[in-house]
């Protein structure tokens, strides 16, 4: 997290207004490369804002709402809806006034969210602390990026360039654990922070190296959509993520105008609690391969070749994604006021945000939003195969899993 309380000063994010927003996104074809995305938070603070306004860009297609649609029913009489979130695609969530926005940067999606998440006014004071790193956060971010430069050094786009040796190789350097004593010294706040992540970085290699095999046997069916998940969720465990994955996901209704909706996430990001009810912080969505997809489609899908975000990301997963937002909000660890997101992608991952307005949700139970509007934001995709977007996520990634500790001892 950044080193200040002005990660969380509202005039950061992006503005807010009794008016419907556009419908903003945007197509990038932006690599890791790109130095161009990244916002530096160096300088005053006004060249800052204008640093994270100019970071968000605008979908090609507009979507306005209107006055007039504002004070319609939500579902008006006649009109069809799909009961299944997992059948919604984007033209689904046209009734209720969604807006969608593209931020390059991961650090700047995590920021703006928690910057609208904090006005449960009970948390404000408090989750103010999470701007400012310890010490030991600062270790423990460069002992994740150490790892992840030297260990699991793997560079490459998808699973089919990765050679079997290779991960022996590095599943040999984690198990005999000499690179601990190696690179941590005398220091015992180091020695701790490395056998942790250790021990959840064999359990992700593990995943990685059966898929390498399954892949190496059978291009086309010898991966499923199920391990992609699966490695993304041992993935995130790293940083300390508790992940309910598959079939350990409830289904979660919503009643709208008397019209019943029902969604299923691929998996959440939650917190236990001493009473038994599920605190969401955070939906995955998991983009499917279809079964009449071309080998090169596949490839492209779960090897992250860089297109534009309509292409990786897509109408159908942007309408559930969206849909598992409204049926989960109920859960959200962060009251009414939202929850974070991630839509996984073969190795590919995107960073989302659901902000709604004030009285959006009590609005929507009631079947009339009367200008209330939600807004996603999106980062672009990292590849947890490449290097250089490992190193983009450690940072953000921590901060979630401390954002995690946070809710959890908080309550």
Excluded at 69 to 93: H, Q, R, V, Y
Excluded at 251 to 257: A, E, I, K, R
Excluded at 329 to 344: A, E, K, Q, R
Aim: a negative charge; proline letters at 3%; hydrophobic letters at 35%.
């Amino acid at each position: 997290m950044a080193s200040s309380k002005e990660n969380f000063d509202n005039s950061d994010c992006p503005e807010s207004s009794n008016q419907p927003m556009k419908r903003r996104c945007t197509e990038s074809g932006a690599s890791s490369d790109n130095n161009s995305e990244q916002v530096k938070y160096k300088g005053n603070k006004k060249k800052r804002n204008s640093e994270v306004e100019n970071n968000f860009v605008s979908h090609p297609e507009e979507s306005m709402h209107s006055e007039a649609d504002s004070e319609k029913p939500i579902f008006p009489l006649g009109t069809l809806i799909k009961k299944n979130i997992s059948d919604w695609t984007a033209m689904d969530l046209s009734p209720f006034r969604m807006n969608f926005e593209k931020c390059a940067n991961i650090e700047d999606v995590f920021f703006n969210g928690l910057s609208h998440f904090a006005m449960k006014k009970e948390w404000s004071p408090r989750i103010l602390k999470l701007g400012f790193r310890s010490p030991e956060d600062k270790v423990k971010c460069e002992c994740f990026q150490y790892a992840i430069d030297n260990i699991f050094n793997i560079d490459c786009n998808n699973i089919e360039e990765i050679e079997f040796s290779d991960l022996s190789k590095i599943r040999h350097i984690i198990e005999d654990a000499h690179w601990i004593a190696d690179y941590v010294g005398t220091s015992d706040v180091r020695d701790r922070i490395c056998r942790e992540l250790s021990s959840f970085l064999k359990i992700f290699i593990w995943q990685l190296s059966f898929m390498v095999g399954r892949q190496k046997n059978d291009i086309l069916e010898g991966v499923s959509d199920g391990m992609f998940q699966e490695l993304f969720v041992n993935f995130a465990r790293i940083f300390s993520m508790n992940i309910v994955s598959s079939l350990s996901v409830p289904n979660y209704p919503l009643t709208v105008c008397g019209r019943g909706l029902v969604a299923c996430p691929d998996a959440i990001l939650c917190h236990p609690t001493d009473t038994g009810l599920e605190k969401i912080c955070a939906v995955i969505t998991v983009k499917q391969c279809n079964e009449e997809e071309d080998l090169e489609q596949a490839r492209n899908l779960r090897g992250l070749q860089r297109t534009s975000y309509s292409r990786q990301i897509g109408s159908t997963y942007e309408g559930q994604h969206g849909g598992q937002f409204l049926c989960t909000l109920p859960y959200s660890v962060f009251g009414n006021n939202g929850m974070y997101g991630f839509i996984v992608q073969g190795t590919a991952v995107t960073l989302t945000s659901f902000k709604p307005e004030e009285g959006y949700y009590e609005n929507l139970c009631n079947g009339c939003l009367h200008n209330k509007v939600a807004t996603v934001t999106h980062s672009r995709t990292y590849n947890i195969l490449r290097k250089d977007d490992r190193k983009q996520l450690v940072q953000t990634f921590l901060d979630i899993g401390k954002l995690l500790k946070f809710v959890t001892d908080e309550g």
